[in-house]
């Protein structure tokens, strides 16, 4: 069971190595001043730890099995807090007190209710969004955030909070409601990366919540319309368009979507122009969180998609339309490019505006943010255009390269943020890393050509 | 080894398949008396079939006094009476006359006319090298 | 024989429709039940209130004796169940799979598991999601099996297989009813399959068990008869399920065979032709 919970050797690397640096960080303090970094680095790993588990729960609770497997419960209560036990092991290591160390596992224990409750049913998401969105009621409030308090009543409510927790995981492991949410939440979790969010498009129309049909529906229309509005010859939809057309998903980030993020965005902006300063930095988490939320839609749900529909787009490529010679590969990639740069300039303007608004990163790192995102956006659709054309199904790999390439530009930016970089422009090592993308998305764009080519 | 053959989706059941075929089998002498028949596991896993069926048609046989259990060897084709063989051939025939006048009287064909054709068919196969009596 | 499964005044709905309706079922030690219904009739959930994986409205369902919900450890470990979908983790390799379900068992046959490996080609390498349909189905059926279960139980697990798979898994399982301990209980469209290793035969419909019987005595009780009378012998066939009046008599399909009738038939003169009928005629005969 540990192996199904615990599945998918990148996140194991990823949680041991923050560990790791948490611990090598506890050794080499002399004082407390990144007592609070420290803080945040072993709460993060554990939370992803335990978000991890959580999301994995469903497969084993919710499997036909559960209930003839003999001591089935009992084995995962027990592998439940092994692993728990183990998560807590580091912390001994590295956390200060006793009193912290306590309020930690209340914390801890809290959080894990909160990402279970969460899989199970997906109303407890809010305790996230509040969560993220706490800082603003308090700045606006004026209400102090004292750590000590925080902190000993926490330590104070563990006997409490873990009477109530192991309640909980007796009821959780003979848990099998809400059926319908969680066979969607396994029909993600129980395949590959190069599929998940692909894979929601097989869920029937009428298992959707009414806002995700809804979405779909708007977004599927404008297409619709398109479709229906070609009737007459002069009204001939392009080669590019089709292929768009072909290209869409339920999950796809279409006109929906750029509404909605601009709306979002402009609100936020509008709320931190009239808001004092001092309370600026409590937007910063999540206006990260949106460049990176809109790549993820918007860049890799569009791999994923074409990546599911290759065999589909294989089929249209040899109908009469595009029979002439490399009119389909030059109208997909066009479709590709336009997609992308449209993405990533949206995403260039958005970032300009929220830091003029909220300052959290000056114009020197604007202008290299800009450039890094323009060399990953290049790198991306390189390795993209790779997948689509090989036989091998590399849909895994690719989608792990980006969220790895994803990651290293926001540690890279919080780098930049810390310390004083120039203009990344000036860098000779930067130049050749521009110029090698460019000339990467060159040669996978012409080799993308040619093997159609050759059919 | 011997290969009988069954049709489990037929109406009549598969042991009483198994038990006309072997039936049949011993009386037209393909199976000697002392004969050893296979086992039931072996018919049964040749045949495809449930072995519990193959057990049921085996008893049937035994219980018919055509085959014995033996210890040790299984079930041995029974040594009869000749005349007790013979009564139960004339039986099986006597059964499947009965079929055929039956039939011959849906078609609105007399019995008389069924015994002359019987008699034309005697008449032309001796013309024919005769079979095993 | 002792009673294996046990089930009174089963009701199950889905969606405020009423799929089982006060369903009554005994099943023996050593039956080899062959479960028969149209598209849809329930057997699946039948199956599955059975083994407590749904939720039931009404009714007692006991196995070895205990309460369906409340089975021990070692009844747990004596059931073998090869469900219809396939369910399993799907980026799981068959080897993990297997060592995965073998941690549950006390008794587990590690022999039984190779000889059906290599007998059936299943690379243990491969993940589940790679596997085509058959053989993922021989893979449920191997995890079913490995652990020398007493009761079997399989929701259509031919579906999936080709008819040299199928042929293969009718071997299996024959090789074990020739355990007189050992129950089956398997639903299935594929009546040859059934005919060939199934005792007795139960029909599912609407919403209950309207047929359970032993499957020879079945053969020999539901027929086709031909019934040959002058039209002043007023003759009645009884058990008739459907007949048709012809100039000369009846024909008719009877749902049991009335000997007393027959003799007395005989005894009027009147000609009585017996047209046995394979099982997939006797299905739709008496679910029509």
Redesign the interface.
């Known amino acids: 069971m540990k192996t199904i919970l615990l599945h998918g050797w990148l996140v194991k690397v990823f949680i041991v190595l923050l560990w790791a640096i948490a611990i090598a960080m506890r050794l080499t303090m002399t004082d407390d001043t990144r007592e609070d970094l420290l803080l945040t680095i072993i709460a993060f790993s554990n939370f992803l730890l335990y978000l991890m588990v959580a999301t994995r729960l469903p497969l084993l609770t919710h499997s036909k099995m559960a209930v003839l497997l003999p001591n089935y419960s009992q084995k995962l209560k027990g592998v439940l807090l092994l692993i728990f036990g183990v998560s807590l092991l580091p912390t001994l290591l590295v956390l200060p007190d006793v009193l912290t160390w306590l309020a930690f596992v209340s914390i801890s224990i809290l959080s894990t209710l909160v990402f279970v409750a969460m899989i199970y049913q997906p109303i407890y998401q809010i305790f996230i969004w509040l969560l993220i969105l706490m800082p603003l009621p308090m700045a606006l409030l004026d209400i102090p955030f004292n750590k000590e308090k925080l902190f000993y009543s926490l330590a104070w409510l563990l006997p409490l909070i873990t009477w109530l927790a192991y309640g909980l995981l007796n009821k959780l492991v003979n848990y099998r409601g809400n059926q319908r949410h969680v066979s969607k939440i396994i029909a993600v979790t129980n395949v590959s990366m190069g599929k998940t969010l692909a894979v929601q498009d097989s869920i029937p129309f009428a298992d959707r919540t009414r806002l995700a049909q809804w979405w779909a529906n708007s977004h599927f229309n404008h297409y619709r319309n398109i479709i229906s509005n070609a009737t007459g010859a002069s009204q001939k939809i392009s080669n590019r368009k089709l292929i768009e057309i072909s290209c869409q998903s339920a999950n796809s980030f279409g006109v929906n979507a750029y509404v909605v993020w601009t709306v979002g965005i402009t609100l936020l902006c509008l709320l931190g122009i009239s808001i004092d300063e001092s309370y600026h930095h409590f937007f910063t988490p999540m206006v990260t969180l949106i460049p990176a939320m809109i790549i993820g839609t918007g860049s890799i749900t569009l791999f994923q998609i074409i990546h599911s529909k290759k065999s589909y787009l294989a089929r249209l490529a040899i109908l009469p339309r595009f029979k002439q010679h490399n009119s389909f590969a030059s109208a997909f990639l066009g479709y590709v490019f336009s997609n992308q740069i449209m993405l990533y300039c949206f995403i260039a303007v958005l970032l300009g505006l929220t830091a003029r608004v909220f300052g959290h990163i000056s114009v020197t790192i604007y202008i290299n943010l800009v450039l890094i995102l323009l060399v990953y956006c290049f790198l991306t659709i390189s390795i993209m255009l790779v997948a689509w054309r090989t036989v091998r199904d590399l849909g895994n790999l690719v989608v792990w390269l980006m969220l790895i390439g994803f990651i290293g530009t926001i540690v890279f930016t919080m780098h930049m943020a810390s310390t004083d970089m120039p203009l990344l422009i000036l860098n000779e090592l930067f130049q050749t890393l521009l110029v090698t993308s460019l000339l990467l998305i060159a040669a996978s764009s012409y080799q993308y050509l040619r093997s159609f080519s050759k059919r | 080894m011997e290969q009988f053959i069954i049709s489990?989706?037929?109406?009549?059941?598969?042991?009483?398949q198994l038990y006309s075929q072997i039936e049949r089998m011993v009386l037209n002498g393909y199976f000697s008396v002392d004969q050893r028949l296979p086992s039931v596991?072996q018919v049964?896993?040749d045949l495809?079939?449930?072995?519990?069926?193959v057990s049921?048609a085996y008893g049937l046989l035994e219980e018919r006094g055509y085959l014995t259990r033996l210890r040790g060897k299984g079930m041995v084709v029974t040594a009869r009476d000749n005349e007790v063989l013979q009564q139960e051939k004339f039986t099986m025939l006597d059964e499947m006359i009965k079929e055929l006048l039956?039939q011959a009287?849906?078609m609105g064909i007399s019995g008389h006319k069924v015994a002359q054709m019987i008699s034309d068919n005697i008449a032309s196969n001796q013309d024919k090298p005769e079979g095993k009596e | 024989m002792a009673c294996i499964v046990n089930v009174e005044g089963l009701t199950k709905s889905y969606k405020n429709q009423s799929v089982l309706n006060q369903l009554n079922w005994k099943i023996e030690q050593g039956d080899v039940v062959g479960l028969l219904g149209k598209n849809g009739a329930g057997k699946s959930t039948l199956l599955k209130s059975m083994l407590n994986i749904n939720d039931i409205e009404s009714g007692t369902i006991s196995i070895f004796g205990e309460q369906y919900n409340q089975l021990s450890t070692a009844s747990k470990s004596r059931i073998g169940y090869v469900p219809q979908e396939n369910d399993e983790i799907s980026w799981l390799s068959v080897n993990d799979l297997i060592n995965f379900r073998k941690q549950f068992y006390c008794t587990w046959s590690d022999e039984k598991v190779t000889e059906l490996v290599s007998r059936w080609e299943i690379d243990l390498t491969k993940k589940i999601s790679e596997l085509s349909p058959g053989q993922i189905q021989r893979v449920l059926i191997i995890l079913a099996l490995a652990p020398m279960p007493e009761l079997l139980i399989f929701d259509e697990p031919a579906a999936s297989l080709d008819p040299a798979g199928r042929r293969d898994f009718l071997k299996e399982i024959l090789a074990l009813v020739s355990d007189e301990s050992i129950t089956v209980i398997f639903s299935t469209h594929i009546t040859s399959d059934l005919e060939r290793i199934a005792n007795k035969v139960a029909i599912l419909d609407k919403g209950q068990i309207c047929y359970f019987n032993d499957l020879d005595v079945t053969k020999e009780n539901v027929v086709q008869l031909t019934v040959h009378y002058q039209p002043e012998q007023n003759i009645t066939i009884p058990y008739l399920l459907r007949g048709k009046k012809f100039s000369q008599g009846q024909q008719g399909i009877v749902s049991q065979l009335d000997q007393a009738w027959l003799t007395k038939m005989k005894q009027q003169a009147v000609e009585v032709t017996i047209n046995p009928m394979g099982l997939e005629d006797i299905f739709l005969e008496l679910t029509a």
């Open positions: 489990p989706s037929s109406g009549i059941p598969i042991y009483k596991r049964a896993n495809n079939v449930n072995p519990m069926t049921k039956a009287k849906h």
